[in-house]
């Protein structure tokens, strides 16, 4: 079972910020939160990802919360290319193979 | 540099016969692994490596075999297909087996079994 909890569904303007929300209520200290994309049944894609401090690199921006039991992924300018299922994942840090992905969120950018 | 390379991309196969799915990755990365993704759900881990000669099974592997003989190939042999491993196939790798390190993934194979 996926560690994490996302809605299923998000609409977000063209040119406006999508901010994509996930739980992970049960996030241990040696686990890092993970964000990947997959647009249109592609492979995934990697955005970005952090372990306690908030990260932005030149795809996104990664918001986690204090007590780490949540955390956001900002797109701060949604594009149409933009759309794609987004998956949070949690990861051991010393286990690569502890990468489950859920259901994910699909996330539509409206012109 | 290719990346990770997936063949085939479509693949039918009738009940009980066996294929074997291509992987490939010329980024000299230790760790490989293959997931599967059926309609609708995230992707599930079904055999990994840390390095050639090396494998394990990840939380769906019934029905699947791996081999790493090389650093660069990471096949998938499905001994006799069944339809319910009709699924999206995606492979994967990354420099080590690390949580710290990105996992860089196929095209992915879309294999239907009848």
């Known amino acids: 079972d996926a560690k994490t909890t996302q809605p299923p569904s998000m609409d977000c303007a063209e040119g406006r910020a999508a901010n994509l929300p996930c739980n992970h209520s049960?996030?241990?200290?040696?686990?890092?939160v993970y964000w990947y994309r997959q647009i249109h049944s592609q492979g995934p894609q990697y955005i970005i990802h952090?372990?306690?401090n908030n990260e932005t690199n030149e795809m996104a921006s990664l918001i986690i919360t204090e007590d780490r039991k949540s955390s956001t992924l900002i797109l701060p300018h949604a594009t149409l290319r933009d759309t794609a299922v987004y998956y949070c994942?949690?990861?051991?840090?010393?286990?690569?193979?502890?990468?489950?992905f859920g259901a994910g969120t699909r996330l539509t950018v409206k012109p | 540099n290719a990346g990770v390379t997936q063949t085939p991309e479509f693949q039918v196969l009738k009940t009980g016969q066996s294929m074997t799915l291509q992987c490939a990755q010329d980024?000299?990365?230790?760790?490989m692994s293959w997931y599967r993704q059926d309609p609708g759900m995230g992707l599930r881990l079904i055999h990994y490596?840390?390095?050639?000669?090396?494998?394990d099974q990840g939380e769906v592997p019934n029905g699947y075999n791996v081999s790493r003989s090389t650093t660069e190939d990471f096949p998938l042999r499905l001994l006799s297909a069944a339809p319910s491993q009709t699924s999206v196939y995606f492979c994967?790798?990354?420099?080590?087996?690390?949580?710290?390190?990105?996992?860089?993934f196929g095209p992915g194979t879309r294999l239907t079994v009848l």
């Open positions: 994967a790798s990354s420099y080590q087996p690390s949580s710290t390190d990105t996992q860089y």
């Open positions: 049960t996030i241990s200290g040696n686990e890092y």
């Open positions: 952090g372990l306690k």
């Open positions: 994942i949690v990861r051991d840090r010393y286990n690569n193979n502890d990468m489950r």
């Open positions: 980024m000299n990365h230790e760790y």
């Open positions: 490596s840390v390095g050639a000669g090396i494998t």
